[in-house]
């Protein structure tokens, strides 16, 4: 069974602060995606990463995907509110119409 | 550009009463389709795909069942609603042959009480 898991699980940070969450597997992926969520609304597409060793900048976030495509990161500079939500990651493989999605790291930054 | 529709946004239904949720998408043909459910703002849990008209996959057992009468969409049903049910359910598009990204529409909150 593939599963993608997510670290950390929770992380309330000061604004202007940096962070790292973490999506790791066992499992080899053709591709990974990174989506934020808030409340009541649904997942919103930040980047799809296809490349072992790809790395994707949007704005403060840079997102990287593990030489073996088994992983992948997402780090934010100089957090700020409007960073808060829910950002979870979503694995696929090539030939399948499946996406396996991990557990989601919810992150609050106080102003 | 595509966008994608679910309704309705919220919704509150007592045990055992029947469920229709919709979903539909709009400047595209022939898309892959996804039902999910969400509990408590975590991951996402895959309840049905469909890659065409008529054609249901079912990931979950569970008194859910899908539809897809037409190409852009996709209905999500129960004929007698358990307290279970309950959760954020969404829907997402995925383009036919083109790329491996998902996009999801607003969701539904589903309130069994």
């Known amino acids: 069974t593939q599963l993608l898991e997510q670290s950390p699980q929770f992380l309330s940070i000061q604004e202007g602060e940096n962070l790292t969450v973490y999506c790791n597997s066992s499992?080899?992926?053709?591709?990974l995606q990174w989506y934020r969520q808030e409340p009541g609304e649904g997942p919103v597409l930040l980047v799809t990463?296809?490349?072992?060793?790809e790395v994707k900048k949007l704005k403060r976030l840079t997102f990287q995907f593990g030489d073996a495509r088994k992983d992948s990161s997402l780090h934010i500079t100089a957090a700020q509110p409007g960073d808060t939500g829910l950002y979870l990651c979503a694995g696929h493989t090539s030939g399948t119409y499946k996406y396996i999605f991990g557990t989601g790291t919810r992150l609050k930054v106080l102003a | 550009s595509q966008t994608i529709h679910q309704w309705p946004a919220t919704l509150v239904q007592p045990v055992g009463s029947p469920l229709s949720l919709e979903c539909t998408v709009e400047g595209t043909s022939n898309p892959n389709l996804y039902w999910y459910r969400q509990a408590a703002g975590r991951g996402l849990q895959l309840l049905f795909y469909?890659?065409?008209?008529?054609?249901i996959s079912s990931e979950v057992p569970q008194n859910l069942s899908a539809s897809r009468p037409q190409d852009r969409q996709f209905i999500l049903s129960s004929k007698k609603l358990l307290l279970s049910d309950s959760g954020f359910y969404l829907c997402?598009?995925?383009?036919?042959?083109?790329?491996?990204?998902?996009?999801f529409g607003p969701g539904t909150r589903l309130t069994v009480l």
């Open positions: 990463v296809v490349t072992g060793g």
């Open positions: 499992s080899v992926f053709s591709s």
């Open positions: 469909s890659v065409g008209i008529g054609q």
């Open positions: 997402a598009w995925r383009p036919r042959g083109r790329g491996d990204t998902q996009y």
